[in-house]
């Protein structure tokens, strides 16, 4: 069976994106995007190979990455040349296998799914050569030298393509030795149509696989990596949690309590507290003094979980400012806290932290404008702490729950209807699984349906 490898050009010099450092090497979400999308394609079942085309004079930077990282299907690292067409052509000429299949893509582009790259795959079977593009929405014109309209072409035959681009490894190979006087280049599958050396059939792309180009486009992609959730990894073994020492704060009602009896469950060794126990979140000093109280007993702590949280409602204006101060500082000070103070135990044992969030951090929501966007504080919290946090080993992710059956929530919204609110077993379990996963820097949805 012939071997797929992926190719991703991460050379250019980004010249459009006017920054010193090349945008490959720009921290999105706690990531650069370089380790994005190495990351898809580490993560693809159908890819065998990677090999990554890099520039030149930042090796020692994509080395570090490599190295941080430990990924297992990257196989070389390339200096790219001074165009695309020198580099895809480095990245094209490095492998020996003659039946290979190659899956060109451009670093920048780091929203590519893993549905894509199994279309592409697949489509490798009947033909020859591969492109990824969308319809257009926007009425395509064509201008003359004047920048009058020349031709407006019929917008149902046009599409805005995208990355990947997929080959038969002799097809092109071939095509670029027909090209190597060519300046006139734009993309691999232009030079396939170009020389007629096969039909070119064409993957369904996705408005979401959008390539950073300019510093703005950071903003945007900034903003699609904080909506895009994971889903909690099903694959986890509950049953690998035994022996490990798990605190929670908020240990004593609602998920918090769930977390703790099913840990206790398969075995581990659980401390969960709350305000009810004595415990204040709100204080740093109890938060580490529990901690320490832990340790004394156990001698290590593998994750820390904090859940604890209130959830009222009511306009700003007519809310009491203390109550709005004890909201911020339960629902988010609590968490820096419980941050701060974990950091020396989880540092020990390369261990987890925990914290969640609410389906209300995506958008305020009015008469809960203090929940919402603590809760938005919280997924922020969350990823600059795992870059913070990265070099120490420490992983930190932040669980995103829909509503959730919890006597905080039935406190608040009172008897809703049957089946219609999620069980917090499952939150519980999705906590379980995150901790005992390599994931960092998550938002991890859970819902009703998985």
């Known amino acids: 069976m012939s071997k797929n490898y992926a190719i991703i050009l991460a050379s250019g010099s980004g010249s459009r994106y006017g920054n010193e450092l090349p945008k490959q090497f ?20 159908e890819i065998d190979n990677i090999c990554v085309v890099i520039t030149p004079e930042y090796r020692y930077v994509a080395e570090n990455i490599l190295l941080k990282n ?8 390339l200096n790219g040349g001074e165009t695309r067409k020198d580099s895809s052509f480095i990245g094209i000429s490095s492998i020996v296998e003659e039946d290979a299949n190659v899956i060109i893509h451009d670093c920048a582009r780091p929203f590519l799914s893993q549905r894509i790259i199994k279309d592409c795959v697949e489509a490798l079977k009947n033909y020859d050569a591969i492109d990824v593009a969308i319809p257009t929405a926007d009425t395509i014109i064509e201008v003359d030298e004047k920048n009058t309209i020349k031709n407006i072409p019929v917008r149902a035959n046009l599409r805005r393509g995208q990355t990947p681009q997929c080959f038969k490894l002799s097809v092109i190979k071939k095509a670029h030795e027909l090209s190597k006087n060519d300046k006139n280049f734009t993309d691999d599958c232009g030079l396939i149509v170009k020389y007629n050396l096969c039909d070119v059939y064409v993957v369904e792309g996705e408005i979401e696989n959008i390539k950073i180009t300019y510093p703005s486009d950071i903003y945007m992609a900034d903003r699609l990596f904080q909506l895009k959730s994971s889903i909690y990894p099903q694959e986890e073994n509950l049953a690998n949690i035994e022996g490990k020492t798990i605190v929670v704060f908020g240990g004593t009602s609602g998920i918090g309590k769930c977390v703790c009896d099913l840990a206790s469950k398969y075995n581990a060794k ?3 507290c709350g305000s009810s126990t004595g415990c ?4 740093y000093d109890n938060v580490a ?10 001698g290590k702590i593998d994750y820390i979980i904090n859940s604890a949280g209130v959830l009222r409602m009511g306009k700003l204006i007519d809310r009491d400012i203390n109550d709005i101060q004890n909201d911020i500082n339960i629902n988010y000070v609590g968490s820096i806290n419980v941050a701060k103070a974990a950091i020396p135990y989880l540092k020990e044992t390369k261990g987890c932290l925990l914290l969640y969030a609410s389906s209300s951090y995506t958008r305020g929501r009015a008469l809960y404008s203090t929940y919402s966007s603590t809760k938005a504080g919280i997924v922020n919290l969350t990823q600059a702490l795992a870059e913070e946090l990265a070099m120490d080993e420490i992983r930190v992710n932040v669980i995103n729950p829909e509503r959730t059956a919890t006597p905080m929530r039935l406190k608040a919204f009172g008897a809703e209807q049957k089946g219609s609110l999620l069980e917090p077993e499952k939150v519980a379990e999705a906590s379980i699984k995150t901790l005992l996963s390599d994931l960092t820097g998550q938002v991890i949805d859970v819902r009703r349906e998985q």
């Open 289 to 298: 003094e529990f901690l320490k109280d832990v340790y004394a007993k156990t």
């Open 270 to 272: 659980v401390f969960g």
């Open 26 to 45: 720009v921290k999105i979400a706690g990531k650069t995007i370089l380790e994005h999308t190495i990351e898809i394609f580490e993560n693809a079942p």
């Open 70 to 77: 430990n990924y297992k299907k990257v196989v070389s690292l």
């Open 280 to 283: 204040d979140i709100t204080s």
